[in-house]
């Protein structure tokens, strides 16, 4: 089976560093992407690790281990903007590959 | 970029009756298009896979006989909620995968169709 957990909720100051972690245990595993999605829209792609190691991509950064099932999303000088639900999805390989979303995690930022 | 559209973006309706939403792919082709329910303060929960010419593949407990999905063309897919009951509200968004791509990240998503069923 599938299973991916993540906090539900975190709250972080304006300004501030934040890390959600994801941990999953998945069959076929094929990537891990973090989504990041506002209330009532589609998600949209932050990040994708398929090796181990740490992906940056401006205030965003994505990291992987795949022998612990675990990643983070570590955003940088948060923004007000930046509340929002992250979203932590593994790619799964089979007959037609597919994304697996976790649960999301619901960040608030504080001035 | 690559643009996906759903249509409506909301609906509500009586139950019983039948609801039917379109996915597009407006400046690409995609052989794979997905489908998501996600209900508040919850994920995203894979229905479906579509492909054009061929039958979707369920995922476990999506009943297929009620949500019927026709991918007709290499840009549209529809997801046809049949005799629709208010526990079937909820916010469902497609992904279409571009066909040139084998990348996970051509994966575009739709902007959700709202369903309130009354």
């Known amino acids: 089976g599938q299973n991916i957990d993540q906090p539900t909720e975190m709250t972080a100051t304006e300004g501030a560093i934040v890390q959600i972690n994801c941990t999953y245990q998945?069959?076929?595993?094929?990537?891990l992407f973090w989504y990041q999605q506002h209330a009532g829209e589609a998600p949209t792609f932050l990040s994708y690790?398929?090796?181990?190691g740490l992906e940056e991509k401006g205030r965003f950064s994505s990291f992987l281990s795949r022998s612990k099932g675990y990643s983070y999303l570590l955003l940088k000088e948060l923004q007000m903007k930046d509340s929002a639900s992250y979203l932590c999805?593994?790619?799964?390989?089979?007959?037609?590959?597919?994304?697996?979303f976790g649960a999301g995690t619901r960040l608030a930022v504080h001035p | 970029g690559a643009v996906v559209s759903q249509h409506p973006s909301r609906v509500i309706c009586k139950s019983g009756t039948s609801v039917k939403i379109e996915c597009r792919s407006l400046?690409?082709?995609?052989?794979?298009m997905f489908w998501y329910r996600q209900f508040p303060k919850q994920s995203l929960m894979l229905m479906a896979t579509?492909?054009?010419?061929?039958?979707?593949?369920?995922e476990q407990g999506v009943e297929k006989d009620k949500f019927l999905i026709n991918h007709a063309s290499l840009t549209l897919s529809t997801l046809t909620v049949t005799s629709a009951h208010p526990e079937d509200s909820s916010f469902y968004i497609c992904?279409?995968?571009?066909?040139?791509?084998?990348?996970?990240?051509?994966?575009?998503f739709g902007p959700g169709t709202r369903l309130l069923v009354l």
């Open positions: 992904s279409a995968r571009d066909r040139r791509g084998g990348s996970w990240e051509t994966q575009y």
């Open positions: 998945t069959s076929g595993f094929n990537g």
């Open positions: 690790n398929v090796l181990d």
């Open positions: 999805a593994v790619g799964v390989s089979g007959g037609y590959n597919k994304l697996i």
């Open positions: 400046d690409f082709q995609a052989t794979t």
């Open positions: 579509s492909n054009e010419g061929s039958k979707a593949t369920y």
